[in-house]
């Protein structure tokens, strides 16, 4: 069967691969053009496992959805300039669409429970086919890391979120308002501040112990009196609980009062927060290019 460039273009329209892979696999399945679509999909599925343990610790932070409903997404990819290609965003901004178009319950988070997700309606594929597919057009791994979903749970509530670029996001819900700026405001701060949680009961009791211990031996070294130490401890204490709580912060567009003020003064409530940061808590990768091309060339670097 003769391998035309009509049957190439279908190829690749059906299953982004390149247009040399597309002429291969058509060649190998001798024109069948379902035959290399299976091919095709087989060595993306290769390709990912290939990669999978490549660090991804670049991408984009994407939002999708209103002040009912919204979702927030880490996807990653090896290096900045990938996080950049139109292919890799799209797919990032298809993902979040498909996660707020399965209606998951509310503060779901798993990524590992939306690989089967489908992308676009049924004729996308899912999102898993189509990471691998990515993977195999761009050569680097990809990962769906972590989203977070909020869902406004009465008409009292209100979601809101802030991009700062493609590398930070933030969605919060706020009770009691449905003040689109307020909300929007306090996101930024979010976005701004990296608060640790909303309040002074969210903090980790081993998180706050750590603290603890730290603030004593500073307070030991100091070499003062217990009882002035044990002070020094408690007011430090109580420093880094309004530092990094997110009531407790002064408000950045007006430090002289707290974001838990100026939540009391419109009546509201701040329920439920979320912060990304691209590849925050990941090993970056670190390639020595000097090394690569010797190697290529056959050299010791």
């Known amino acids: 069967m003769a391998i035309t460039a009509s049957k190439i273009k279908e190829l690749r329209e059906r299953t982004g691969a390149g247009m040399l892979d597309c002429k291969h696999a058509l060649s190998e399945s001798g024109g069948d053009i379902?035959?290399?679509?299976?091919?095709?999909?087989?060595?993306?599925?290769?390709?990912?496992?290939?990669?999978?343990?490549?660090?991804?610790?670049?991408?984009?932070?994407?939002?999708?959805?209103?002040?009912?409903?919204?979702?927030?997404?880490?996807?990653?990819?090896?290096?900045d300039f990938v996080a950049k290609d139109a292919s890799f965003t799209a797919f990032a901004e298809r993902v979040a669409d498909a996660i707020l178009a399965a209606d998951l319950p509310d503060?779901?988070?798993?990524?590992?429970?939306?690989?089967?997700?489908?992308?676009?309606?049924?004729?996308?594929?899912?999102?898993?086919?189509?990471?691998?597919?990515?993977?195999?057009?761009?050569?680097?791994?990809?990962?769906?890391?972590?989203?977070?979903?909020?869902?406004?749970?009465?008409?009292?509530?209100?979601?809101?979120?802030?991009?700062?670029?493609a590398r930070i996001g933030v969605m919060v819900r706020l009770g009691g308002t449905a003040d689109e700026s307020l909300g929007r405001d306090i996101a930024m701060h979010i976005a701004a501040s990296r608060p640790l949680c909303i309040d002074e009961t969210?903090?980790?009791?081993?998180?706050?112990?750590?603290?603890?211990?730290?603030?004593?031996?500073?307070?030991?070294?100091?070499?003062?009196?217990?009882?002035?130490?044990?002070?020094?401890?408690?007011?430090?204490?109580?420093?880094?609980?309004?530092?990094?709580?997110?009531l407790g912060q002064p408000f950045v567009k007006d430090p002289e009062r707290s974001v838990g003020q100026l939540v009391a003064a419109a009546n509201a409530t701040v329920e439920r927060m979320a912060r990304f940061e691209v590849g925050e808590g990941l090993e970056k990768r670190s390639d020595d290019f000097v090394a690569e091309v010797m190697a290529q060339a056959g050299r010791p670097a």
């Open 34 to 79: 379902d035959a290399a679509v299976e091919a095709l999909r087989k060595k993306g599925v290769a390709a990912a496992e290939q990669k999978a343990g490549r660090i991804a610790a670049e991408g984009v932070i994407v939002h999708a959805g209103d002040a009912r409903a919204g979702v927030l997404v880490e996807v990653n990819c090896e290096t």
């Open 107 to 165: 503060d779901s988070a798993d990524p590992s429970a939306v690989a089967a997700l489908a992308l676009d309606g049924n004729g996308g594929g899912t999102i898993e086919t189509a990471r691998q597919t990515l993977i195999t057009q761009i050569g680097e791994n990809i990962s769906v890391r972590r989203f977070a979903l909020m869902k406004a749970g009465s008409s009292d509530d209100a979601l809101s979120a802030y991009l700062h670029g």
């Open 202 to 246: 969210d903090i980790p009791a081993q998180t706050l112990e750590r603290e603890k211990a730290i603030f004593a031996a500073q307070a030991a070294e100091s070499g003062k009196p217990p009882e002035i130490a044990e002070k020094m401890v408690a007011g430090r204490v109580k420093k880094f609980l309004k530092e990094n709580t997110l």
